[in-house]
Structures are given as C-alpha cells and as structure tokens.
C-alpha cells in the first residue's frame, strides 16, 4: 500500500487496514484515522505512537497486557493472532526442547509477577537465546524503566508489521 493510498483511505477503511497492528488493541489506529494526510510511513508511526504516549498509563498498561506471552498458552492452544504467530516462530519459539519451554514458563512467570505484564520483545530483531538474555536481564529493571522498554519494543513491533502492509 503506498502512501497515497492510505491517505485516500475512509476512516472504516484506515481502520480495517492497520487495525491489527496493535495486538488486540484497535483504539490506537482508530484515533489516528483522522490524524492523516501523512507524509510517509514515519510519520504514520510517529501518529501513532504520540497516541500512545499521551494515552496515560492505564490505557498503556492494557496495551502491554493484551500482548501474548512468548512461548505462553495461546501459542500452544493456537489462539495467537496470525502476525504473532508469525513472529513467535520467525525466533524459533515453535520449536523448542522441552528444557527451552520450561525456562520460558519459568521466566514468562517471574516477569508477570514483578512487572504485571507479559514480557514484550520484538521477536523479529532476535532469537531464542537473545530473548531468554533480555528477559533474564530486564527482570533486574524497576518498573518504570520495563514498562517504558515493554512500550519501546511495541512500537518496534508494529514499526515492522506497518513496514510488512506498506511494502
């Protein structure tokens, strides 16, 4: 989809569009279907990550939690979203010993714990070890400073996933 295109979408269009962007979030694109006409896909982006950023911490916080846990239960019950499970097993996480699901479990458990929200990582930039290092490592973070890398690596999310609809 090229720009001008997008920018010719209708408000239902814009929404059916880039709804999924956000995972189980449609809110976000919604509001900024009226924001356009956008000079490119930054400043897309930069739309709509402003919304999140200005949405306050409830509504990021159920950002963050409408997000499925790596290697959790909706990736065994197949119930993931399709660019989710795409993304889960681009980092192999549908291939795993069952030693490597065991940590993830263990580790998926501590950090819903401490943070009270699944761990977020942009599966695309890493792999299976790189992602059991970030979540060992981000573990050690105050809350402040993970809920603001969780919303970080969303929007390297959808940066990707708005990358993959306007390529």
């Known amino acids: ?27 976000i694109v919604a509001e900024t279907a009226g924001l356009g006409p956008f000079s490119d896909r930054a400043h897309l ?12 911490e409830e509504k990021q916080l159920a950002l963050l939690r409408a997000h499925p846990e790596l290697a959790g239960k909706a990736a065994l019950d197949k119930t993931l979203t399709g660019a989710s499970t795409a993304e889960q097993a681009s980092a192999g996480l549908d291939r795993m010993t069952p030693a490597e699901y065991e940590e ?3 580790l998926n458990a501590a950090y819903r714990e401490r943070f009270d929200f699944p761990f977020i990582i942009c599966v695309r930039l890493t792999d299976k070890p790189g992602i059991l290092r970030a ?17 970080d ?12 609809i306007m390529s």
């Open 1 to 27: 989809m090229t720009m001008d295109e997008v920018n010719a979408l209708t408000e239902d269009e814009f929404i059916e569009a880039f709804g999924d962007l956000y995972e189980h979030t449609p809110w």
């Open 45 to 56: 982006q930069s739309a709509m990550t402003g919304i999140v950023e200005r949405a306050g």
């Open 104 to 106: 993830f479990h263990t």
């Open 135 to 151: 979540m060992r490592q981000r573990l050690e973070h105050s809350r402040d400073t993970e809920f603001q890398t969780a919303l």
């Open 153 to 164: 690596e969303v929007s390297k999310i959808v940066g990707i996933r708005l990358g993959e």
